[in-house]
């Protein structure tokens, strides 16, 4: 040993691991056949370069504010946080309880290993490890690195080559590493139990605080948990084993100087008080108090899964949201989700076979700022339970949403030329041009023939009347006039996409110029998408993609681009603004530019709204759905209610509730804003 003490430090180490390393494997029997030079042999031919991947890490998805989170992914409940934001006293804590020396050594202990040595050979087994916390470190390192079975066995089995490896790559590690930065990795990286992984996630999970708040006694708790997660686990019925543990590290603390001895009376007499929480994973288990949030982080997940700056494909992405570690500040606004979900929950209650929503989509940037329905967002069973994406963004169906659609056959016709004041003769039923095909179910011999749903509706009528009073057969020579399969581009350049195989079938161009039922909202649709189509008239023609999301920052604190607005022009500022003029109309605020007759579909919905507001009322045949989309200049919001388990149901008298629920939603979303006004339509759009 005198002639080993002479040798350099790291040359030292390894001679003495060399030797050591093998005695804590084997019992002392085997150990003849193994001697200094063959061991030290085997760590001069270890790797001496640590390779380590980026641990798993938990992505968090906040409200708008950037503060109330909304719920967390995660595959491992971990998130890496600075040393400084480590309270002193946990940080002296664990290197109380894992390596008293770690300021001290070089990577390996000697004197550590010496111990475990003499231990090992009284035991006759391994009852010691002697590993250093650098040591520790580096196995965590490799163990999150491996990718391949014989990479994991490799990095876990109990053998000498293991433990050689570990002490090479703790040598070299602190050659050019700070005691510090391993000090934080570890903290980083260490299992404390109950599904948290790292510091970060140990301290809100045992104690709903951060790491930088806890206490020496909490220090110590925590510290405590490592070396056996289960034994020592402060939450079991039996807080004894997880008491002692803690005391010895607090005694450890002061025998180091880290603490006072009064400090450490003090600590030891605390009970164990614990505030245990269990961190939300995933849209399911968002907080009670915001469970009417669960669609829209819906909405979020299914997006998130398209986005191809997270990867290949859906796999590879969802991967990312739950191994990244992004910072996810999503679009959804309190107050307006707050309106949304009361004004759907005074219109229709959780229980019924009915599902009622409101989705709110702000114009000129795409931002989904509400997301509400009158079913609870959940996996238990239950009547007002479900996941299903009633409101959109996943791969439903939709809902037919009647004369909603009318929009697209209007901004279609204007776009070509045709004036507001455009003008037809509108009979109770009326002979199209149109030959008998799916959803055409009028007939008059061998053409499709639309019918208004009252007499009142009959006689001349202009865009301004036709579209306040929601006349069918007005719009069916409008659509007549511009051909349907323009009224079908106009609805894809508003972000429409087609869910049915009939839908896709009728909406190819060879098909779409007889689709003339279109107009009358044949196709099936979600409210996000027809919110989002009537934010980009609210938006003068500029369309921008839907999006959950104001920013996404990654782990690095860089932010990433995916989420920003993605927009475009796809009509003029015009063909907009005109449009917007008749969709006054339909709302009793009246138009701008014309008259829009003695009555309309929802006249008091600007009432209700309190500030200009424009629209369009929709319902199917029988009643089986009925919606309402209306918008200010700030705001788009669509409702809809329709039965999503029986499309034959009827909605019966609730009709109206839809644009109740949207004006009420609007007025409470916009509570406290400024009052903006439309702009007026250009002279070349309101007549010839």
């Known amino acids: 040993m005198a002639r080993i003490r002479r040798l350099g430090p790291a040359v030292r180490i390894g001679l003495i691991a060399g030797v050591l390393v093998a005695a804590l494997a084997f019992p002392l029997a085997a150990l003849a056949g193994i001697g200094i030079v063959d061991t030290g042999r085997g760590l001069n031919g270890i790797p001496t370069e640590l390779t380590v991947s980026p641990p798993a890490q938990t992505s968090y998805v906040y409200a708008a504010d950037g503060r109330t989170l909304l719920t967390a992914f995660y595959e491992e409940n971990r998130h890496d946080v600075p040393l400084d934001a480590v309270a002193?006293?946990?940080?002296?804590?664990?290197?109380?309880?894992?390596?008293?020396?770690?300021?001290?050594?070089?990577?390996?202990?000697?004197r550590g290993v010496a111990r475990a040595f003499v231990a090992n050979q009284k035991s006759g087994g391994v009852s010691q490890g002697g590993s250093t916390l650098t040591m520790q470190y580096v196995r965590l390192a490799l163990q999150n690195s491996a990718r391949t079975p014989a990479e994991i066995t490799a990095a876990t089995q109990q053998t000498a080559p293991r433990k050689a490896r570990e002490m090479r790559l703790a040598i070299e590690l602190e050659k050019h590493t700070s005691k510090a930065e391993i000090l934080s990795r570890y903290l980083n990286a260490a299992y404390f139990g109950h599904r948290a992984y790292g510091i970060y996630a140990a301290s809100q999970v045992f104690f709903s605080k951060p790491p930088s708040d806890l206490t020496i006694a909490e220090s110590a708790t925590l510290a405590g948990l490592v070396k056996a997660p289960t034994d020592f686990d402060p939450a079991s019925q039996d807080q004894g084993p997880a008491r002692d543990r803690r005391n010895y590290i607090i005694d450890k603390m002061a025998e180091l100087k880290y603490i006072s001895p009064a400090q450490a009376d003090q600590a030891k007499r605390e009970p164990i008080r614990l505030r245990l929480s269990s961190p939300p994973n995933d849209c399911v288990s968002i907080p009670g108090g915001l469970r009417d949030y669960g669609y829209f982080c819906d909405i979020f997940r299914n997006w998130w899964l398209r986005q191809p700056a997270f990867g290949k494909n859906s796999l590879e992405r969802e991967e990312q949201l739950r191994r990244g570690g992004y910072r996810v500040v999503t679009s959804i606004d309190a107050k307006a989700q707050a309106a949304?979900?009361?004004?759907?929950?005074?219109?229709?209650?959780?229980?019924?076979?009915?599902?009622?929503?409101?989705?709110?989509?702000?114009?000129?940037?795409?931002?989904?700022?509400?997301?509400?329905?009158?079913?609870?967002?959940?996996?238990?069973?239950?009547?007002?339970?479900?996941v299903n994406p009633l409101l959109g963004g996943g791969d439903i169906p939709g809902y037919q949403a009647g004369s909603t659609f009318k929009m697209f056959t209007m901004l279609a016709a204007l776009e070509h030329g045709m004036p507001l004041s455009t003008s037809y003769n509108s009979p109770m039923q009326y002979r199209s041009k149109y030959r008998i095909g799916w959803g055409q179910y009028n007939t008059c011999g061998s053409y499709w023939c639309p019918k208004n749903a009252s007499k009142e509706m009959t006689g001349d009528r202009n865009m301004w009347s036709g579209f306040g009073e929601s006349v069918n057969t007005y719009f069916v020579q409008l659509e007549e006039k511009v051909g349907a399969d323009n009224a079908v581009k106009m609805a894809e350049r508003l972000g429409l996409r087609w869910r049915t195989d009939v839908d896709s079938r009728l909406a190819e161009p060879r098909h779409a110029k007889n689709w003339g039922s279109f107009t009358l909202g044949v196709s099936s649709t979600t409210p996000l998408e027809m919110a989002n189509a009537y934010a980009a008239v609210a938006a003068d023609g500029r369309y921008c993609a839907a999006t959950p999301v104001v920013s996404i920052t990654g782990p690095d604190g860089r932010p990433v681009s995916a989420g920003q607005p993605q927009c475009q022009q796809v009509v003029s500022s015009g063909v907009a603004r005109a449009a917007t003029d008749a969709a006054r109309c339909v709302t009793g605020y009246g138009a701008a530019a014309g008259g829009c007759g003695s009555w309309s579909t929802g006249t008091g919905i600007y009432r209700a709204v309190g500030r200009p507001v424009a629209g369009k009322t929709g319902t199917t045949d029988n009643d089986r759905s009925a919606w309402f989309v209306g918008y200010t200049p700030d705001l788009a919001a669509a409702g809809f209610i329709a039965d999503p388990d029986n499309p034959n149901s009827t909605v019966g008298g609730a009709t109206e509730a839809p644009g109740v629920a949207v004006a009420e939603t609007l007025r409470g979303a916009s509570a406290g804003t400024p009052a903006h006004d439309f702009k007026p339509p250009p002279g070349r759009l309101v007549s010839r």
């Open 88 to 110: 002193q006293d946990m940080q002296h804590a664990i290197i109380a309880a894992e390596d008293a020396r770690f300021y001290q050594h070089h990577g390996v202990d000697a």
């Open 340 to 386: 949304a979900t009361a004004a759907v929950q005074r219109q229709q209650a959780s229980d019924s076979n009915l599902a009622m929503g409101v989705v709110v989509v702000e114009p000129g940037t795409g931002r989904i700022r509400a997301a509400a329905l009158n079913r609870v967002y959940s996996l238990e069973p239950g009547r007002a339970n479900t």
